[in-house]
């Protein structure tokens, strides 16, 4: 029997057992040979240096019991025959036998082990198509002068395209190239067809280490073939540092990173290479619209989504690309890949809490993404441990003892690198945000796959019952963070979009009932959200007016809220008035819905709603009564934004005598005097530097000079004793002032406003 016809198929030799015969009773036929049985067990053949040695003589010796891991054959005087790479005859002989011992494919009539593919000149076309060479890319050109390159990468990062370059370009152009199956035993293979470089895109697991894939000695025999064939290898292997690290350490190699160049770079490089015109380029960006290429730029995407974007640039007709199409294309793959990545991390508490906590928050430091994952370990209460082990309690008695569960305050469970390649996910380069009075720098998470966490989110919400209960408590609790509000919001949103039947909106409700800001804060933004889908609209609105006329603080507090958000936005109308409905004084518990009044009123007013807010606040102030007292509390806040003002007040245009009317009105009120006046007395200082606002400013005061009532004494009498105002406000109040306390008597003046006439210097 040959090597070929082994059954075990071990080429590499192995140990052959035969039970010798005590005499010719026992066996008649002189041939006493039992079945070969392989010593290895299906194992690969060993790897190393013995590959490389020719076989040696067969060794026989007298059998040990222990042998075949005791299983001795029966019978005395077994013989165990050890011959690596050797062909072993145990039966009779007849006639001529040839055998040869040569691994070489050249042998006629032979097929090579491992078949090289050559690759396409259609997909070295497109590797070499708009490439960009990132930093790393020039000593990996030189690294391959040694024939053997290991390139490391994590998927998605341009590893192929990159090899295939690499190939390319060494030693001059070359579309001669051949990829390798990933199983290809290396420490055998030889190159035969002369090509120019060889593509090995990934070593299947059982050749992912050095002693199944390279020894030393084999690495440098390697490396002669290919010198000989005058050719270069690029291994591409996986990001892991635990697979990785055996290859630097055992054969002295050091591995070259595939980071990929910055999305901006790509996408100006692929770009260029579609449209060789600047002009034309420009033009493009330009009628997609500026600020979708900077948000998708900015947003970390992978070489393979840069190209796509560039493939629906180009071919966005002369329109221009649809916005959610564009997202659609770049995100396609996201929801193909959420059942492999809840496969890696199933089995992982810690990672599969990291993952969930991305998914929430992508986009937030990397130390608040960590945080809500121990957090979340918490409330799950090993919910999300694969296995429960009872260390706890003592074995029974005769029972075996079990493990002990893995500590969850180990702090050493998983390190940030790892935690980042199990669930996809990468650490971005540090940013500059700010925040009232100061920046400050953050290492964002976000996922490779654009869209991969509301792809995951929405599998788990509808897949498994039991992560809706889980995940509304977890993110209840989150820290009362304006910056955290909006991530957990959207989710909540997202989960009333998910959900079906009357109770959607469950989880949603009882935060709006909370006592605490944060929650109603998270609420609002989660209505937001939801009311994005057209299935939800209508019942979003409900709730909000509902809240609004009928609802206690707390429900009232939370409707204000949402109308500061995108829902008012989008509806500024519908939002101003529900506002109106809302506000019903700043005293006791209404301080906290005065609060979101106003900030929602004012956030709509700087959206670009100026005259649909200006015009409620008239409408209040016309009907008189309570709506009145309404329009002159909310008035104030919105003078900060004096642009629009001036501009009504200097150009004349529509809203000029409501501007005049509504600002008469806040001076008139005690409560909201000293927030008017400071906001003109502003103004008055800007006009001694801004000509439009002087205009503004004395449009408004020539007319108060005719409504010479409490209010409008107090103010000029502030700006008359202002050095810092504006000389001609000054003149204007000091004569106002000077005719006031001149008059007669019987001299007619126009109707005072409420409140009568003051004199200013009592």
Request: proline letters at 7%; hydrophobic letters at 40%; charged letters at 25%.
């Amino acid at each position: 029997m040959t090597a070929a016809d082994h059954p075990d198929d071990d080429r590499g030799g192995g140990t052959v057992l035969a039970a010798r015969p005590e005499g010719p009773a026992d066996d008649p036929d002189g041939r006493a040979a039992a079945p070969a049985r392989s010593g290895r067990d299906d194992h690969d053949p060993p790897a190393g240096d013995d590959r490389e040695r020719p076989a040696t003589e067969p060794v026989t010796e007298e059998f040990p019991e222990d042998a075949l891991a005791g299983r001795p054959p029966t019978g005395a005087g077994g013989v165990f025959i050890h011959a690596p790479g050797g062909n072993i005859n145990t039966g009779a002989l007849h006639g001529d036998q040839r055998v040869v011992n040569d691994s070489s494919p050249s042998t006629p009539g032979s097929l090579p082990d491992t078949y090289a593919e050559p690759v396409t000149a259609r997909e070295i076309s497109e590797a070499l198509h708009g490439f960009t060479r990132p930093a790393w890319f020039a000593s990996a050109l030189r690294a391959l002068d040694d024939r053997v390159l290991f390139l490391v990468g994590r998927q998605g990062s341009g590893r192929r395209t990159a090899a295939l370059n690499l190939l390319h370009d060494h030693r001059g152009p070359s579309f001669d190239l051949r990829v390798l199956d990933g199983d290809t035993d290396l420490t055998s293979w030889r190159p035969i067809d002369k090509a120019h470089g060889y593509l090995v895109p990934g070593l299947t697991p059982r050749r992912m280490t050095p002693d199944q894939c390279l020894g030393r000695s084999t690495l440098a025999t390697l490396r002669r073939r290919l010198a000989e064939a005058d050719a270069r290898m690029v291994v591409v292997l996986p990001d892991q540092p635990h697979l990785v690290r055996p290859f630097t350490r055992q054969l002295d190699v050091k591995p070259i990173r595939c980071q990929p160049p910055p999305t901006r770079e790509v996408f100006t490089s692929v770009l260029a290479a579609e449209i060789p015109d600047e002009a034309e380029r420009r033009h493009l960006v330009e009628r997609a619209g500026p600020t979708l290429v900077e948000e998708l730029l900015d947003a970390d995407l992978t070489p393979a989504d840069v190209t796509e974007l560039v493939g629906v640039l180009v071919n966005a007709g002369e329109d221009g690309p649809d916005p959610d199409e564009v997202l659609d294309r770049l995100s396609f793959l996201a929801h193909d890949e959420v059942p492999e990545l809840l496969a890696a991390v199933r089995e992982q508490p810690d990672a599969l809490a990291f993952l969930l906590s991305a998914c929430v928050f992508e986009g937030e430091d990397h130390r608040v993404i960590r945080e809500e994952a121990d957090r979340l370990l918490l409330v799950a209460d090993v919910r999300l441990h694969h296995v429960l082990h009872p260390w706890a309690e003592p074995p029974a008695e005769g029972g075996q003892s079990t493990e002990p569960e893995a500590n969850p305050a180990f702090v050493l469970r998983r390190s940030l690198d790892d935690l980042l390649r199990l669930t996809g996910a990468h650490c971005g380069e540090p940013e500059i945000r700010q925040a009232p009075g100061y920046g400050y720098t953050v290492e964002p998470v976000r996922f490779v796959r654009t869209g991969q966490g509301a792809a995951l989110l929405r599998h788990l919400w509808r897949q498994y019952s039991g992560i809706a209960p889980l995940l509304t408590t977890w993110l209840s609790d989150v820290p009362e963070r304006s910056d955290l509000a909006v991530p957990v919001g959207n989710v909540m949103g997202r989960a009333v979009i998910w959900g079906s039947g009357r109770h959607a909106l469950e989880h949603v409700r009882e935060l709006a009932r909370s006592d605490r800001d944060g929650h109603r804060r998270i609420a609002a933004y989660a209505l937001a959200m939801a009311a994005e889908s057209p299935l939800r609209r209508s019942e979003i609105t409900h709730f909000l007016r509902s809240w609004s006329w009928g609802g206690g603080w707390r429900l009232r507090t939370t409707a204000a809220l949402t109308c500061g958000t995108s829902f008012g936005a989008h509806r500024p109308d519908l939002a101003v008035r529900l506002l109106g409905t809302c506000y019903r004084g700043r005293e006791g518990d209404e301080r906290p819905v005065a609060a979101a009044v106003v900030w929602s009123l004012d956030t709509i007013f700087a959206g670009g709603a100026e005259e649909i807010v200006i015009t409620h606040l008239t409408e209040w102030h016309t009907e008189g009564g309570r709506a009145r007292a309404k329009a002159a509390d909310l008035l104030p806040v919105l003078l900060v934004r004096h642009s629009w003002f001036c501009h009504q007040l200097r150009t004349g245009g529509d809203f000029r005598d409501a501007v005049i009317d509504l600002v008469h009105l806040a001076l008139a009120e005690d409560r909201t005097f000293d927030a008017t006046a400071d906001h003109l007395l502003w103004w008055c200082r800007a006009a001694t530097r801004d000509q439009h606002v002087n205009t503004a400013v004395t449009t408004l005061l020539t007319a108060f000079s005719h409504r010479l009532d409490r209010g409008v004494l107090r103010l000029f009498r502030r700006i008359d004793h202002d050095d810092t105002a504006d000389a001609s406000a000054r003149r204007i109040a000091h004569r106002a002032l000077r005719s006031w306390r001149t008059a007669e008597p019987a001299t007619p003046r126009r109707p005072a406003a409420p409140g009568g006439e003051h004199d200013p210097r009592s």
